[in-house]
């Protein structure tokens, strides 16, 4: 089981995992705006299959948080029509590949709302979706569907890799005037990290990337489920040499050029890992984006090592799928070191 | 894994132990008042039912329905004029258009679908406003909260959970709010449609489905669309009423549609209610219903005309003489000289405003791409 990343020199404090600061988050924006409503399948009595909404019921009665019928497309749909109407609704997609039902209303409606009616309709919607694979899911339980997102202009997309992020990425989407599709990398549910959920206070904004590890040699640009593995990545590139810095995009939409391109043009090379597909992928994208705008600082082309052009495997074979360790220095090792006249 | 007895054998091995019980009663519920829908549409105009009609009321349908005939008329005039990129017509279906807003009180929300245009205006939209999508300027020609009627949906039936949650939202807050929503024919085969009247039907919650059959899905007729007996009876399957209404007898269609509005704010949840008419004109200006539809069709709809039908209510009450006719048709012709007059200034379109309503929160990347267009509209104005 992996860990989250845990960079805050905050006062130690005990344990907490994400799943507990989702639900911390959920809980203050019910207890802050009465106007703020979480519904789906199965969040009422048991508390999501997930538990994320675990007892938010049971605090804030069935009128706050709402056992749906199941259909996501409706789901989505009657949330749009509360929004309309001023509340705040948030959306709990079961799993990823179970939020396909809702993509019309999610395309037509959800994301362009605001646009159609020039700004007279908002609509401040958050879609959480638990995504990506290595929790053992068998099919239609481990997409990564971050490309059909980014690729919808009128949606903000974030995504937290640590306990603290959790927190205040989702009081954030929550407290935004913009639709936000909130994904959770599900794997990283149980992970821990120094927390203490009894006074969180940052709210992250939205937009920004973050440095989680400092470094010299080259840049691994991930989000989500791949911070980890990045963050262990860069930990064994150092017996090779490699110094390597970690970034940690948090919202593909918007993104963070200012950051991303900060870092790389301090060292020279990039690699972005995700677990999504590589042709298509939110990767292709980065990569040419640092391209464009760092063209004269790279030493080596941007490499991607992004999950396989292929349906999600089952379960027995998944580990061969998701970019692992290996496979991001492997990457790392193809950044035309030669043209240093040595390694990093 | 077997289940044990306290004793510890499995209870398959011991013959006789197990003692099944009855299953726990169930049985479906036996709704108080009928769903189902009567076998025949219900019809008012030329019935019996006629005599409890309120002459200032079917006075004012008949005005709407001469103003919506000329409303129709004008906006298909604008396409060959080009200044309305395409049309829908209602014609033939003023009726129910009109029924659907008259029924509505003020703090009510109306949920059209690209079609409905006419209820727009009919509930006091500015047509110029209405007809804004379809000309081309803006995809919302208006702000939805001024009069409460939700932006035309094109994607058919998407519009339909929107009006259960708005609906469901406001009897949270404790309002008297009731939401209609209109769909046609070929809309109810859509999974929004199944969707949003099971949550309604679920969720208590204070809305109004009007179907306007109006026999064709573009090309495509009814029975291709569905094997149910009417879409009316579709209702009873989500356990709410459903009711079957002549869509071209104004009155009758006002008068279900406000039983339903009433049933709605009484908080007894929603109604699912067919209106039976005609699309006299083709799909829109672009299509060509030749293809698919015989004129003698076309002929039989025609002698059951929703004008016709109420002008001959209001001559045998002795409420229409020549000189009431031809003021209605005066005010009608007013209406559309307007709309004309409306609809021939060309809108000023400010192509920045791409860019400003994207987002709440404009990203940078738009920034970044607003900034690329001001310079090539600057670059233009200079050549």
């Known amino acids: ?344 | 894994m077997s289940t044990r007895t306290e004793h510890g054998t499995p209870v398959m091995e011991q013959r006789g132990v197990h003692q099944p019980t009855p299953p726990p009663a169930w049985k479906p519920r036996t709704d108080p008042a009928p769903l189902l829908p009567d076998p025949e549409p219900y019809r008012v105009l030329g019935t019996s039912a006629a005599d409890k009609a309120d002459s200032a009321l079917l006075l004012k349908l008949y005005g709407e329905l001469v103003r919506g005939r000329r409303y129709n008329a004008q906006a298909t005039a604008l396409t060959k004029q080009g200044r309305l990129a395409v049309y829908p017509s209602t014609t033939g279906q003023e009726a129910a258009e009109v029924a659907a807003a008259l029924v509505l009180q003020e703090q009510d929300w109306l949920f059209p679908s690209y079609r409905d245009t006419l209820a727009a205006v009919a509930r006091g939209l500015d047509p110029v406003q209405a007809l804004g999508l379809l000309r081309g300027d803006w995809h919302t020609g208006y702000d939805p909260y001024e009069h409460r009627i939700a932006p035309l949906s094109t994607p058919l039936a998407t519009q339909l959970p929107h009006a259960v949650g708005l609906a469901h939202a406001a009897r949270l807050k404790g309002d008297d709010v009731v939401a209609l929503a209109m769909v046609g024919d070929g809309g109810t085969s859509e999974g929004d449609f199944h969707e949003a009247l099971n949550f309604a039907a679920v969720w208590k919650a204070p809305v109004v489905f009007l179907v306007q059959n109006n026999g064709f899905a573009i090309s495509v007729p009814l029975a291709k669309q569905t094997a149910a007996p009417s879409l009316a009876h579709k209702a009873v399957g989500y356990g709410m009423p459903g009711r079957l209404v002549d869509g071209n007898d104004a009155a009758a269609v006002h008068e279900v549609l406000s039983e339903a509005v009433r049933n709605a704010r009484a908080g007894h949840g929603p109604t699912l209610v067919e209106a039976v008419t005609y699309r006299m004109d083709a799909h829109t200006n672009a299509d060509d219903a030749t293809r698919y539809r015989d004129d003698a069709e076309v002929e039989t709809w025609r002698a059951h005309d929703p004008i016709a039908l109420m002008e001959r209510e209001l001559t045998g009450r002795g409420l229409l003489d020549d000189e009431r006719v031809k003021a209605v048709r005066d005010s009608a012709e007013e209406f559309a000289a307007a709309l004309r007059q409306g609809m021939n200034a060309d809108p000023v379109l400010d192509p920045m405003d791409l860019f400003t309503h994207v987002y709440a929160q404009q990203t940078t990347q738009l920034r970044e791409q607003a900034e690329q267009l001001r310079a090539e509209l600057e670059a233009e104005q200079e050549r």
């Open chain 1, 1 to 344: 089981m992996s860990t989250a990343v845990g960079l805050s020199q905050a006062p130690r404090t005990k344990p907490a995992t994400m799943a507990q600061a989702l639900q911390r988050a959920l809980r203050d924006s019910l207890a802050e705006d009465p106007s703020v409503h979480v519904m789906g399948e199965d969040v009422g009595a048991l508390g999501g299959v997930f538990r994320i909404t675990d007892g938010l019921a049971k605090e804030f009665g069935e009128d706050r948080v709402t056992d749906t019928p199941l259909a996501e497309a409706g789901i989505l749909g009657a949330a749009v029509g509360m929004a309309m109407y001023g509340l705040r609704p948030v959306v709990e997609m079961q799993f990823d590949a179970f939020a396909y039902p809702a993509f019309e209303q999610l395309i037509s409606h959800v994301a362009k709302m605001r646009n159609r009616t020039k700004g007279a309709m908002s609509l401040p919607l958050t879609i959480r979706v638990p995504y990506g694979g290595g929790i053992g899911g068998v099919e239609h339980h481990s997409d990564s569907s971050e490309a059909y997102y980014i690729a919808t202009p009128g949606l903000h997309v974030v995504t937290p890799a640590t306990v603290e992020d959790a927190y205040g990425l989702l009081r954030a989407s929550i407290a935004s005037d913009d639709p936000v599709i909130f994904l959770e990398p599900k794997r990283l549910y149980w992970s821990k990290d120094s927390w203490n959920p009894e006074a969180p206070t940052s709210v992250e904004p939205i937009g920004r990337a973050v440095v989680r590890r400092r470094g010299r040699s080259a840049t691994l640009l991930t989000y989500g489920p791949s911070v980890p593995v990045c963050m262990e990545a860069a930990e064994a590139a150092q017996a090779e040499g490699w110094d390597l810095e970690v970034v940690d995009l948090r919202s593909l939409v918007p993104f963070d050029d200012e950051t991303v391109c900060a870092s790389v043009r301090r060292t020279g090379r990039a690699v972005v890992v995700h677990e999504s597909g590589g042709f298509g992928g939110p990767g292709g994208e980065i990569a040419a984006r640092v391209t464009e705008r760092c063209f004269h600082h790279l030493e080596a082309p941007v490499l991607r090592v992004a999950g396989f052009d292929i349906p999600y495997p089952p379960p027995m074979l998944e580990r061969h799928h998701l970019p692992g360790v290996d496979r991001i220095l492997d990457a790392v090792a193809r950044l035309q070191w030669e043209s240093q006249g040595g390694v990093g």
